[in-house]
């Protein structure tokens, strides 16, 4: 009986304080459904171990599109499809090759994504070292017929380290054909990390197509160090061969589920990530977590019986990694049949510890979702930043003006594991990965019940 009383007390104190007490008791049966029951770690062992590294076009990329599908409806989708549009279709083409010479140590190293390869000879050239663009600019009479080496650093005083990665990756991106301009040869990029391993880090690059597209390779970071120490005081040269090469555009499939609006079911709510992923590895962390993450919370809001007002789309994306054009398709298709979307949110950073929602939007809807922390911080989320929002639906942010979010896990370990062949399953953690699911099916329960 004094339990009773006691927990009376609270709940009238709790109801009375915050005038929330009916949506934190719902986002407690959220969490507790996926806490207890969840799928989403299961689902990735399944995509990460049986499918594997998914790169757009590839074998494993249409047999996760299948996946996708059948998942979707198992976990109660009332209508599923796949949305068909073109994507590109790069391969790597083999392993990847760097050899030091005189003396033949092997450098750890990974073709960029969308690099051409150095034909079957490879190439045989001096290495020089940039420190930066303004570098490159200084010695830009001295780079023809070389190879160069950008050996720009993560800024370890950001303490977000996406801001890190979006400092540097300019030199992945653009670095190529910047050194292209001057006449080198090929490109050595230090990869878009701070781990303290050797494993390389892909990722897409981008030519400017008036210029030679030169083949370019990321370089795991101790061999980074150790060639610019070695370049210090002896010049050397490298052999690099690589094989990237391009098919024509083929077709791909964003994979879709929808849970249909008991309400105003032609208004509607989009949560993803991205079906495709870099080849050398599983995919886990990027972005299998944010696909797992979006099926979870389709999974929890049929076994709570739960009947969304509005009807909400679970979207698997095609391409996030080397094209876009998965996000870009379904953003063209919202346009096209003049559907009205009230938010989007995606999950593209991991499958770590929850920590903050970064949002696109007006000052009125961020203020609005900021008045929600309260109910989300028992679960990890404190906080929801302005600017974001997550690359597949940033066109619809961008060119639609629909308001977007993105989870924003703990970001220290990400860039351990982005696009090397370190993100493998075993370093997912499973709790971690179920409270992104809880915080993310909350924040898609309070734009349903509230709107933006
Ligand atoms: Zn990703």
Known sequence: MKKFQLGFFAFFIGNYCFGQNDDSLMIRHIADEILLHSKAYDNLYDLTKNIGGRLTASPQFYKAEQWGLKILKQSGADKTW????????????????????????????????????TGAKGITANVIEVKSFDDLEA???????????????????????????????????????????????????????????????????????????????????????WLSLTLTNKKLEVFLKTGGKFFPDTIGHNVIGELTGSEFPDQFITVGGHLDSWDPAEGAQDDGAGVVHTIEILRAFKALGYKPKHTIRFVLFANEENGLRGGTKYADEVKTKNEKHIFALESDGGGFTPRSFSFGGTAEQLK?????????????????????????ISSLNKNLKIAVAELAPDSQRYFDYHHARNDVFENVNKRELELGAVNMAALIFLVDKYGL
Not at 85 to 97: E, S
Not at 368 to 386: M, N
């Open 82 to 117: 796949l949305q068909e549009c073109l994507v590109p279709h790069w391969i790597r083409g083999g392993k990847d090759q760097a050899d030091v010479i005189p003396g033949k140590k092997s450098l750890d190293v990974l073709a960029l994504g969308n690099s051409m390869g």
């Open 368 to 392: 609005k979702a900021q008045s929600w922390v309260p109910l989300l911080h028992p679960y990890g989320v404190y906080e929801i930043t302005d600017g974001g929002g997550g690359a597949d």
């Open 139 to 225: 010695k830009k009479d001295e780079v023809k017929g070389k190879i160069v080496f950008y050996n720009y650093k993560f800024n370890p005083t950001f303490i977000a380290t996406f801001q890190a990665y979006g400092d540097a990756v300019q030199y992945r991106s653009g670095g190529p054909s910047r050194a292209a301009k001057y006449g080198a040869l090929a490109v050595i990029v230090r990869s878009m990390s701070e781990s303290v391993d050797n494993n390389p880090h892909t990722g897409a690059l981008k030519y400017d197509t008036t210029l030679p597209k030169i083949p370019a390779v990321a370089i795991g970071l101790r061999d980074a160090d």
